[in-house]
């Protein structure tokens, strides 16, 4: 397009090369998540675990979730000051992955929580969200690499440009790695909740009654 344009067609240039950056930007998330679920399923790939500070990981994600939303969205949190022993890294890429999804798929003027809490499953960060939800029929291939639930949504109108197709089975992975599983709850009209479930077994401490909003 640049080489067959009016070189004084400054804003056709412009155009041509802010959608150069978003497609070389996508490229860069894609291959990030590929490398990252291929050492997700290697089984050789030991998980490195410390004590993480669930509360502080989640606020930093709601952060970067409202700077995508830029005011779109009401974006409410409940979280307990609750620590867990896991990767740090690998679980703050499933949560964002869960609450970034929530953002670019649910309307503008929608509403989204975060909960991070014990439950009786055990370990519960779920994202609520009040988009469109999903078919039951979609439910069971979420987390195959690259479904997409409308083939054609164009993934110009999400906010963010959308996502890479591995979000959900890179949440999956992770999951699984630390002893839990992914939960999702969707229909139709009613907006959807996903959820990662941890055993209790990944408490550290007590939970604390005091709650960081």
């Not at 640049?2 to 155009?15: G, H, I, V, Y």
């Not at 964002?96 to 003027?109: D, E, F, H, K, Q």
């Not at 229909?187 to 960081?212: M, W």
């Amino acid at each position: 397009t640049l080489q067959d344009s009016d070189p004084d067609n400054l804003a056709l240039r412009t155009k041509s090369l802010q959608r150069m950056v978003e497609q070389a930007e996508r490229m860069q998330r894609l291959v990030e998540d590929l490398l990252m679920l291929s050492r997700l399923e290697d089984p050789k790939h030991q998980l490195a675990e410390s004590e993480v500070d669930v509360p502080a990981l989640v606020h930093s994600i709601i952060q970067d979730a409202e700077a995508l939303s830029a005011g779109r969205h009401v974006i409410s949190a409940d979280v307990v000051n609750l620590h867990v022993a896991g990767n740090a890294d690998e679980l703050r890429s499933a949560f964002a992955n869960l609450l970034t999804n929530a953002v670019r798929y649910t309307p503008a003027g929608g509403a989204i929580h975060v909960s991070w809490k014990h439950e009786e499953e055990g370990l519960a960060y779920r994202v609520r969200d009040s988009g469109e939800g999903i078919s039951p029929e979609h439910i069971a291939r979420l987390t195959e690499r690259f479904y997409r639930v409308d083939k054609g949504r164009s993934r110009n109108n999400l906010i963010g440009g959308g996502g890479t197709g591995l979000g959900l089975s890179i949440v999956k992975h992770v999951m699984l790695r630390h002893g839990g599983r992914l939960d999702i709850k969707s229909e139709p009209g009613a907006g959807s909740t996903f959820s990662c479930l941890l055993p209790d077994s990944r408490q550290i401490g007590r939970p604390s009654d005091r709650s960081v909003r």
